[in-house]
């Protein structure tokens, strides 16, 4: 049998053949798809021979309806590569969709990470899929429309994961896969330590990520120790290839319902708070601490207590308050607030050194 003739300038190209298959594979690995320049770099190739392989890729791998399987995506910071999102229906009430949205949104701190994409393209596709089977003048497209404007939510000095990428996309394999970790954690004005943890929870507190990871230990009244990470303070991780089994009574809230925060050093106790009248229905209309309880004094006093750990970060957000707070109770708590009072105070007794 005859095997067919090549067109001139047709041959295969092998080298080229497994460049494109090994796209393929990095595609299955990253659902948010990559982008033009990590793809260049990972092959070694010029931005030029990269199109022509991206091109090929696109026309060649179809579906069963010849629609291309991968598609190229224009961004703010060039371009990326990943498999074509399928369409969907979609059924549901205004009300339903703004929920979705607003949930959504909740998001948009995470700006320039993986979390970000995939929420802007899952709007993306419920707006097209409305449209497509729903039409422009369903009730859900028109509320859909200039929702960016109509509900906005104000990120407070969100941190900046931009540059975490990596640590995100491993974290979340881990947390997927139930595998262990090993990561280069630096706490500030310490040298860096590392850590085999159990990845458990990925949390966002304030605008920031953190990881709770389950710690082995030496001693055998307490085998293992869980602690909390802050994402950008991550150096260096690697997934292990041991995996473990999640535990069943750990429970996110409980770890943290004694806390003010994420801290927890101290044991909890009894707080009362007093807060001005002029602060009150801020104070009043805010749920603090799951303990809490408020009521007015005759002079519309506020008072705020709570069962939780007297440390750091409730002693910031007392101080946040200012003249506008008294501390009842406990009177550890109110001598340690004095004294960041008198220390800040003295701050502004001399005058600020002139600026050359």
Known sequence: MNEPKQPPGLKPTYGSAM?????????????????????????????????RYLTTLRDGLVDEDERPVVEMVRTGHGGRLR???????????????????????LMNFLDGTMFKRGTE????????????????????????KDFHKKFYHWAEAPK??????????????????????????????????????APLSMLMFKRALYLVGRKETDDEDEPFRDLTFAIERIQKITIDSESFS?????????????????????????????????????????????????????????????????????ISWILSYGAFVQVRSPLVLRDQIKTRLEQALAQYQSEPPLNN
């Open 160 to 197: 900046d994961y931009s540059a975490h990428n990596e640590t995100l996309d491993k974290l979340v394999k881990a947390l997927v896969l139930q595998r262990f970790i090993t990561i280069t954690y630096q706490v500030p004005n310490k040298s860096a330590k590392a850590h085999r943890v």
């Open 83 to 105: 498999f074509r999102r399928q369409r969907f229906q979609f059924e549901g009430t205004a009300y339903e969709l703004m929920s979705l949205y607003l949930a959504l949104d």
């Open 246 to 314: 999640y535990p069943i009574e750990y429970e996110p809230q409980k770890r943290f319902q004694s806390s003010f925060g994420l801290v927890a050093e101290k044991e909890p106790e009894s707080i009362i708070l007093a807060f001005d009248k002029l602060v009150a229905a801020n104070v009043e209309s805010r749920r603090w601490h799951p303990t809490q309880t408020v009521y007015r004094e005759e002079d519309e006093t506020l008072i705020l207590q709570m069962h939780t750990e007297p440390g750091v970060e409730l």
């Open 121 to 144: 393209e899952v709007l993306e596709r419920l707006q097209e899929a409305i449209l497509s089977s729903q039409g422009k003048g369903h009730a859900a497209s028109l509320v859909l």
């Open 19 to 51: 460049r494109t298959a090994q796209i393929v594979h990095w595609l299955h690995q990253k659902p948010m798809g990559l982008s033009f320049q990590e793809l260049s770099a990972r092959l070694n190739v010029s931005s030029r021979t990269l199109y």
